[in-house]
């Protein structure tokens, strides 16, 4: 992957705004800085630059700033990258010489059919036939990609909503005494 072109503050707010949403606790600019200085993290001098200062930066260090802080708030055990989740599974399946691509194929078919908006019991039973793998490797499997999900960005999924009818809250309560 490319590398991401923004200014210092915007990605500082991208990142705490990560940690916020995941870990339930947003953090100042200063206090993420703190934690960085603390573990002697690479990545610090994103939150040493002036806020307005261009920055380039590849999405894998912006993840990693953000699991380093996660971990460091208590949010997760530790700061490992996202894939390493589904790496590990699908190599300790290979050292007990079982192939995980018919679990990954049948993964694929499930989401492709369209019939389920989540994977839940339903779509883990219909992916459990499909693979012909029994139900706890079938569950290892599906939590391991739920563990790179949540330690990972999503930057390809941005969307744009339209919010023009949104009614500005100085607008909503202008005529309100508190």
């Not at 916020?20 to 953090?27: D, P, Q």
């Not at 989740?85 to 018919?102: E, H, I, T, Y």
């Not at 994977?119 to 499909?130: L, P, V």
């Amino acid at each position: 992957m490319g590398h991401v072109n923004d200014s210092a503050g915007n990605m500082r707010d991208l990142i705490t705004e990560e940690v916020g949403c995941k870990a339930g606790l947003l953090l100042t600019d200063n206090e993420a800085r703190t934690l960085l200085v603390r573990s002697e993290h690479p990545e610090l001098w994103v939150f040493e630059q002036p806020e307005d200062a261009l920055i380039r930066i590849r999405p894998e260090e912006v993840d990693d700033i953000i699991l380093s802080l996660r971990h460091q708030v208590g949010n997760l055990p530790d700061a490992e990258p996202a894939l390493t989740r589904p790496l590990d599974f699908v190599n300790n399946l290979a050292q007990k010489g079982v192939d995980a691509g018919p679990l990954i194929d049948a993964l694929n078919q499930v989401i492709r059919s369209g019939k389920y908006r989540t994977i839940g019991s339903e779509a883990a039973q219909e992916i459990q036939r499909i693979s012909g793998m029994d139900h706890p490797t079938v569950v290892g499997f599906l939590t391991s990609i739920e563990e790179y999900q949540d330690r990972s960005i999503s930057w390809f999924h941005a969307d744009q909503r339209d919010l023009t009818w949104a009614i500005p809250l100085q607008d909503l309560f202008q005529s309100e005494s508190i």
